[in-house]
């Protein structure tokens, strides 16, 4: 089974909205985030959390909320879709400890807002 | 500021061909951690490797090798005789003083390869 794994993988939607993807994590990481990836743009932050009381904005957080239910469960909201949200959406856990600073990422949300 | 370039935006060569994916780093931190990770087309983005500043050896892993040096704030990732499922968008990425609140990754455009049969 997938350490990190993203519902849905490909969603459709319309202008206005709302939009919760979901992310969840069995490699026992306290940190997670978000990204939003767009051709040529590469992959830009839109929060993080260090651990379930630790929200924090990223490069792009405007039109997004965030919400960390468990260590495990970080999701992601759209509260009104827009069209430039369309992208590629990745969620990540890493583990800092130990010297063992990596990222490990989810398989990603396709999100489409006709 | 921390910041991460990868010049080469796209990048083709024919089967078995080397190719050498670059990567420049920003940063003034001394501690910090650089990556590659690949994005087949499929989507997903994978774990490559991890290299911390204070070891500069290079590392090869079967037909991959990357080149870090600290002089030139580069961290180069080399692919020889490629092969078609090579083909791929690279990201190289840093991190520095992981520990610390705030912490993040930062990573470069990515790099587009495509591996011609």
């Known amino acids: 089974d997938a350490d990190v794994t993203q519902t849905p993988r490909n969603r459709i939607t319309k202008t206005g909205k709302r939009i919760m993807l979901e992310c969840s994590q069995t490699?026992?990481?306290?940190?997670m985030y978000w990204y939003r990836q767009d051709p040529g743009l590469g992959l830009r932050l839109i929060y993080y959390?260090?651990?379930?009381?630790?929200?924090n904005k990223g490069e792009i957080s405007d039109g997004y909320s965030v919400s960390r239910q468990a260590q495990a469960k970080f999701s992601l909201s759209l509260e009104s879709a827009i069209p430039n949200q369309t992208a590629l959406y990745f969620c990540a856990t890493r583990g800092a400890a130990g010297g063992t600073d990596t990222q490990y990422f989810g398989p990603g949300t396709r999100l489409t807002v006709l | 500021a921390q910041k991460v370039t990868q010049a080469q935006t796209e990048i083709s060569v024919v089967e078995k061909e080397d190719v050498t994916l670059d990567c420049v780093y920003e940063t003034r931190d001394t501690t910090y951690y650089l990556f590659w990770y690949k994005q087949p087309p499929s989507g997903e983005l994978v774990f490559l490797i991890r290299?911390?500043?204070?070891?500069?050896q290079n590392e090869i892993s079967g037909r991959y090798s990357w080149n870090f040096q600290k002089s030139t704030s580069s961290f180069n990732f080399t692919i020889t005789a490629s092969q078609v499922v090579d083909s791929a968008v690279y990201f190289c990425a840093l991190s520095v003083r992981p520990l610390e609140p705030g912490n993040q990754f930062y990573f470069g455009t990515g790099t587009s390869l495509t591996v011609i049969p």
């Open positions: 290299r911390n500043s204070f070891d500069e």
């Open positions: 490699k026992g990481h306290d940190r």
């Open positions: 959390s260090f651990d379930v009381k630790d929200i």
